[in-house]
């Protein structure tokens, strides 16, 4: 190992944790010292994979790790994090934060009782799509948002459709808000149980949120996980012209009225950075743990939006269509 590389550890050798771990493996300023899973089998393959070390024990990695990439189910993601903060190791979590509103309080204090760094997988705040949309955008005449994510469930799974799909949607409002200095006047949101228990453990599977804002601006959002379609995308709507932006293909269109009272509309395709969200998100990670700076996606973001996830909760109408 470099004395002037990074030692990170991989905690979940699943779907999520080889993505992170190709990306780590490519990093020159990175020594990845472990992947570690409960399933030991999965982590002796997938470490076998990319030639680095399997971790047979979780807390012997922690001591030898500074920061650690958590990719477990999420229910387990405060267990897991908690134990990485209290041996004073910086923490990258997948999204969701954590499965409850009170777990996401204690990670923080927890972090900031170690003086550690925890940065939250919110990867589309890394797109050169939202990137460069996010700084396109004309915010004093932003009037509506419109957020659409479809994704079909093909696993069983431990989290609803809010904390697998919606957060990132949500952490992308909280921003917009943020910038164009709004609040929520409230919430309106119902849901649909589809799956059986034995795939959903009947949770949501499918939401749908309205949210006016005490400005002129107001924001509605998608999540759903039946059907067969995958669609990612953004629609912010201006006085006089509108944004599309296609995560999935990553494209992004601005259509202009040429005049208030006229139906000419010009059309722009907006040109977009060839760049891995992923790639970038993990970066930003090394570099927060290299120069103590804070992440651009802190803990405090991911509290944020788990308590905004608590609000549609307590507002929603619920609906079971489950065979």
Known sequence: MSPKNIAIGLIGAGYMGEKHLRHLTSLPDVDVVGVFDPIQAKAHTLAAKYKVPQAPQLRKMLEEAAAVVICVPTTAHYEVAAEAIRQNCHVFVEKPFTHTVSEATALCRLADLHGVHVQVGHVERF???????????????????????????????????????????????LHIANRIKVSPRKIQASGQVIYPKEMNRELIDNAMVHIPFDGPFQAAIHAVRTGGLHRREIILTETDQTWVADLLHQRLDRFTRSGRYTHHVDTQRIEVPNISPLSEEIKEFVTVVKTGRPPEVSQHDGLRVMKWVDRIRSQMVKRSDNK
């Open 127 to 173: 797109n050169p799509v939202v990137r460069t949309l996010l700084r396109s955008v004309q915010y004093e005449r932003l009037v509506m948002g419109e957020f659409y994510r479809y994704a079909p469930l093909r696993k069983n799974i431990d989290a609803d459709v809010l904390l697998t799909l919606m957060v990132h949607d949500l952490d992308l409002l």
